[in-house]
């Protein structure tokens, strides 16, 4: 029961894992509720509550960061809502159609689309705003991945020592 349980927590971090990068699966929660989940089948032995509040403190950064990342880095590169929302709808159907490159290039040309079609701008603008939503997509997306991985390591750490 044991190794099944850690093998199923396994899989879904890693699943969470690669949420961390696709915008369409909440990545970094779904690690932690694979930790939580494998917490409460092994009676918390590998690790306790403190450590599942610190790190579920740290999800819930992760998914305020990563917000603010997409947003400021849009907003400094002069996006507007329109921008932001085609940024969205690029990058998920970027990544339903051509997978990750399409994610990245989805976003750019997403925020792009957007800000000429609703935003009013013209192509430099628009030029400008995909470019502010993608590196803030990016970054947040490095900083997600980064804390899933995280998260993965202290796991195993907890469960093999």
């Known amino acids: 029961m044991n190794i099944a349980v ?3 927590c396994l899989i879904i971090m890693l699943l ?9 699966l909440p990545g970094i929660p779904v690690i932690w509720l694979a ?3 494998y917490g409460w089948f092994m009676d918390w032995v590998p690790y306790g509550l403190t ?18 990342a997409t947003v400021l880095g849009a907003r400094k590169f002069g996006a507007s809502r ?13 990544v339903i159609f051509f997978n990750i490159i399409g994610l990245i290039l989805g976003a750019f040309f997403g925020a ?11 192509l430099r603008e628009s030029m400008n705003s995909g470019l502010g939503a993608l590196l803030g997509f990016l970054a947040g997306s490095l900083f997600k ?3 899933g991985m995280g998260l993965i390591v202290y796991f195993l750490y907890a469960i093999i020592f």
């Open 51 to 68: 450590a599942m509040l610190v790190t579920g403190f740290l999800v819930i950064l992760t998914v305020v960061v990563d917000q603010l």
């Open 35 to 37: 930790m939580l989940a």
């Open 82 to 94: 329109a921008g932001m929302i085609g940024s969205v709808l690029g990058a998920v159907l970027g």
């Open 112 to 122: 792009v689309a957007g800000e000429l079609t609703f935003g009013g701008r013209n």
């Open 16 to 24: 969470g894992l690669a949420g961390a990068v696709l915008p369409v």
């Open 145 to 147: 991945f980064a804390l």
């Open 6 to 8: 850690l093998i199923i």
